[in-house]
């Protein structure tokens, strides 16, 4: 049965409900938002006279929730305009409009009874044969489809979004007994196709897969953290990126989830797990309960594990609670000596076996924890998934974990790691023994370019489903599919005749290791492919060009050397324009500076839904010169048609570089003219690559050719220097500005206007870019700018001197 979902309904605005609703508005999908009838009127309402018949008064819940929601950071929705795809209403007068959807999501309150009832109103207006799914973090899926109708349990099954739904990957799907197999078919392929999810296909166990292992990860962590005597900032210090986990690490991560969650979680496995062997440790620690017990749940009630004191000068001040004296104390600063050692290890890999096998005690608490982990996983399979990579899959796209236990067992090596585990009192189950002593030593191998995993009813290594359609750079280093490299890029046969280009520095600088794997990849392309990607698997695209090295040649007044390296930047970029194979570029979280460059002169750009680019280069005190301030005068002289209102146009690009605006998804670059047209947007990072390659190969068979230089770039010279010079001394009277901005504003407006020429003209490119050239060079010779760069490098925030 082909389904297609124009028209989804979801029940329940809260929280989830509402950030569920905007990010299928996201994707285009009309939605219908539904909540309750309030039961009394609030003072405004009375003040009003309004009525507890008003629309107004009746749909107050849902409209507020939404409102609310739209106002979080970060934003639930990629473009405040797509906001109009939501319809609000509420149970009692606008269930019946269900009957136009062609999937309704629950998200009510997690009581059985409460879904139950609803459940029952909406089998009244549900046409059949439409989807039906529950959110529910919990309830069995057998006790919420009890006695409904063949056809609603058929279509029934769980849909477990993680909050944040924009951002966090993981929906778990979780079949009911009487599940059609084709709706677990489909809602795999939507989730992960169209929604850009991980789909995980779950049991029907408590708390499923995700919330099964990540809490108690969590809980056997806190009970750990008791026993070692160590501190709130100490663990989070351990726990976050130093080990490819969320920024927000454990603590953190708790006082933003809400406390709460989390006690509810652990509370209710601890009750229903009678036949877990670990059962225990989802009992709650003395600290957690006590925190509970005061109401302190983290941001949703001002304090928690952290609280932020506000004194009465203004000023801020973090402190964190004190897990043995239960009191507040200021925000240590963590040493450890594992970690000071391991700074310098840039692979994730080898800096998680260096710190486990680290003796201090963050070595020590990494074995606990990991071991003990390791451990609990080996005994969920069967129970919670039949295959392991799921749990890998879940626990990673539903926490933000880079590698999964078993990823990471393979990291540390299973055979020595599990004599460890064994030796510190944490023996897992029989299957890995039985792995072991049948030779095999790793729970995955690539072998043909295929990932596999191991299957333990089988004792055989099986390919992961699903991988077909994905190009994982992982996946070609193992299956040794490298042409080229140097220590800051590489470059691979993506198949098919096309290559790509992996770049590999720190934050993905564009240092001089990049650039002469650009122009290697693109000289290579030319001779014997189709064409070239340019994308990476870092966590972000690019951070911009090599700040260190233009400090180090500024603060020697090396200008020569300077200008060279400028002009080597543009030529490249320009290479990627003008070569003689198509090029295109996939940028995906920050592409910022040289990186956003690098995009605006690709052949086109498939970019992620999760793209926060900008020409951010004001904020070092210099203007774009690898080509974007040439290339945003070029695009609005390319929009401009007879008649326009040319001025507003070009204004708004000199703003976006002026004030170094960065777009939070791939939509808003789009309309800050970064995207165009030919530009198209992937929603799930893992078929990015892919979707890359296949545009490479579409617009060499449309017959690519390569393209010309512009010579008739129209820019309007004192016209609009005019005008810039107004807003710039305005500001800078107004004192929002400083002189110093001024200054470089006055730079970038020179080079947009084209120079100081009497009436609109006609230019080159290779013009623009010279005059982009001669304003960076000079701003790099000033002290403030000087400035600007040191404290971006080695405090890590921006100055505003």
């Not at 777009?663 to 890359?692: C, F, V």
């Amino acid at each position: 049965m082909k389904r297609t979902i124009e028209k989804i309904a979801v029940l329940g605005s809260g929280i989830m409900g509402s950030r569920i609703a905007c990010h299928f508005a996201n994707i285009g999908v009309k939605v219908l938002l539904l909540d309750i009838v309030p039961r009394e009127l609030n003072e405004e309402e009375i003040k009003k006279g309004l009525t507890k018949e008003s629309i107004e008064v009746r749909n107050r819940p849902v409209n507020e929730a939404l409102q609310k929601t739209l106002k979080s950071k970060p934003s639930p929705i990629y473009d405040l305009d797509f906001v109009n795809r939501i319809d609000t209403g509420n149970f009692d007068d606008d269930l019946e409009k269900i009957a136009s959807c062609d999937w309704v999501i629950e998200v009510v309150v997690e009581r059985l009874d409460i879904k139950q009832s609803l459940y029952e109103k909406v089998e009244k207006y549900r046409k059949p044969g439409t989807l039906i799914t529950s959110n529910t973090s919990g309830i069995p899926m057998h006790m919420l489809s009890e006695g409904r109708s063949e056809d609603f349990q058929r279509n029934f099954c769980g849909s477990h979004f993680f909050n944040p739904p924009r951002y966090l990957r993981l929906l778990e799907i979780i079949p009911g007994p009487k599940t059609d197999p084709e709706i677990i078919d489909f809602l795999m392929d939507y989730g992960d196709r169209h929604l850009g999810k991980e789909t995980v296909l779950c049991k029907d166990t408590p708390a499923f897969i995700a919330n099964r292992i990540g809490v108690y990860a969590m809980m056997s962590g806190m009970h750990i953290i008791e026993e070692q005597g160590l501190s709130v900032s100490e663990v989070d210090k351990l726990t976050g990126t130093v080990i490819g986990r969320a920024k927000s690490a454990t603590f953190r991560t708790m006082d933003v989830v809400g406390l709460d969650t989390m006690v509810n979680v652990a509370s209710n496995l601890s009750k229903v797990l009678k036949h877990d062997e670990s059962r225990a440790q989802f009992e709650l620690p003395a600290i957690v309960q006590y925190l509970s017990e005061n109401k302190w749940l983290g941001d949703k009630s001002g304090q928690g594990f952290f609280h932020m004191i506000r004194h009465k000068d203004g000023s801020k001040e973090l402190k964190e609670i004190d897990l043995q004296t239960k009191e507040y104390k200021p925000v240590e600063k963590p040493k450890f000596k594992a970690l000071e050692a391991s700074k310098d290890i840039n692979d994730l890999k080898e800096r998680i076996k260096f710190l486990v096998n680290f003796e201090d005690k963050a070595g020590e608490f990494y074995r606990a924890s990991f071991y003990d982990l390791f451990r609990y996983c080996s005994f969920r399979i069967p129970e919670i998934a039949d295959e392991l990579y799921r749990i890998d899959q879940a626990v990673c796209a539903g926490f933000g974990w880079e590698y999964g236990p078993f990823e990471n067992w393979d990291i540390l090596g299973v055979k020595e790691t599990t004599r460890k585990m064994e030796e510190a009192g944490h023996k897992p189950a029989d299957w890995v023994y039985e792995m072991l002593e049948a030779g095999h030593d790793q729970f995955y191998k690539v072998e043909n370019g295929r990932r596999h995993y191991y299957d333990i009813p089988s004792k055989a290594y099986k390919v992961i489903p699903g991988q077909e359609e994905f190009i994982l750079i992982d996946t070609l280093k193992a299956a040794n599919k490298k042409v080229w490299g140097n220590a800051g890029a590489t470059i691979y046969d993506l198949g098919d005749e096309v290559i790509g280009l992996e770049f590999h520095t720190k934050m993905n600088s564009l240092g001089q290791e990049v650039i002469e794997g650009i122009n290697t990849a693109i000289t290579m392309a030319e001779k014997d492919y189709k064409g070239l990607v340019i994308a990476n698997e870092g966590a972000n695209f690019s951070a911009g060009a090599n700040l260190a090295m233009l400090f180090m040649f500024a603060g020697d007044q090396e200008f020569d050397e300077i200008n060279l390296m400028i002009a080597q930047f543009q030529k490249t970029m320009m290479r990627v324009r003008y070569s003689s194979v198509p090029v295109v570029v996939a940028p995906h979280n920050m592409a910022l500076g040289g990186g956003c460059e690098m995009s605006l002169h690709a052949d086109a750009v498939q970019a992620h839904a999760e793209l926060y680019m900008g020409l951010v280069e004001f904020g070092v005190g210099l203007i774009p010169a690898g080509g974007g301030t040439k290339e945003m005068t070029l695009r609005f002289s390319n929009a401009t048609h007879q008649g326009d209102v040319e001025l507003n146009r070009l204004q708004e690009y000199f703003m976006n570089i002026a004030t170094a605006k960065v777009s939070t998804s791939a939509e808003e670059a789009r309309g800050l003219g970064y995207l165009q047209a030919k530009d198209s947007i992937t929603l799930n990072r893992k078929r990015q690559l892919a979707e890359a390659k296949s545009k490479v190969i579409a617009l060499y068979d449309e017959g690519y050719t390569q393209p010309i230089q512009q010579t008739d770039i129209r820019v309007l010279g004192k016209t609009s220097l005019a005008l810039f010079e107004a807003g710039i001394t305005g500001m800078q009277f107004g004192k929002y500005i400083s002189d110093h901005d001024a200054k470089i504003a006055r730079k970038l407006a020179w080079v947009m206007s084209g120079g100081d020429l009497s009436q609109p003209t006609l230019v080159s490119e290779q013009y623009l870019l010279d005059l982009e050239r001669e304003a960076f060079l000079s701003l790099t010779g000033e002290q403030k700018t000087i400035e600007r760069i040191h404290s971006i490098l080695f405090k890590g925030k921006p100055l505003r001197n």
